[in-house]
């Protein structure tokens, strides 16, 4: 069987900040966060708070970071570029979009 990607069928399904007074987190999966001493994040070239990182549970290998509060000025923002940083090592960035 071959897959095929074809990037132009993609699109962002946009994350709802939702009303004044939610807090909206982002969760990011990668490998290699888990021991870090120092995790880092931006949106958009803005830093962003990482409120923490680990294994991810019932997954083998796998880790979680997650950060946030996604700040509301992001409201109507997008595809904007998130890019984590791992003990001064910059990973894949992905994009995201926001209502």
């Known amino acids: 069987m071959t897959l095929t990607f074809n990037a132009a069928d993609l699109s962002l399904a946009p994350i709802d900040l939702g009303p004044e007074g939610d807090s909206i987190f982002v969760a990011l999966f990668g490998t290699e966060i888990r021991g870090a001493g120092v995790v880092t994040a931006t949106i958009d070239g803005q830093e962003v708070p990482v409120s923490g990182f680990a294994a991810a549970a019932g997954f083998f290998g796998l880790d979680q970071a997650n950060i946030g509060p996604i700040p509301r000025s992001f409201i109507g923002a997008g595809p904007v570029e998130v890019v984590l940083s791992v003990d001064g090592v ?7 979009s926001f209502l």
């Not at 910059?90 to 995201?96: I, L």
């Open 90 to 96: 910059v990973t894949n960035s992905v994009m995201v």
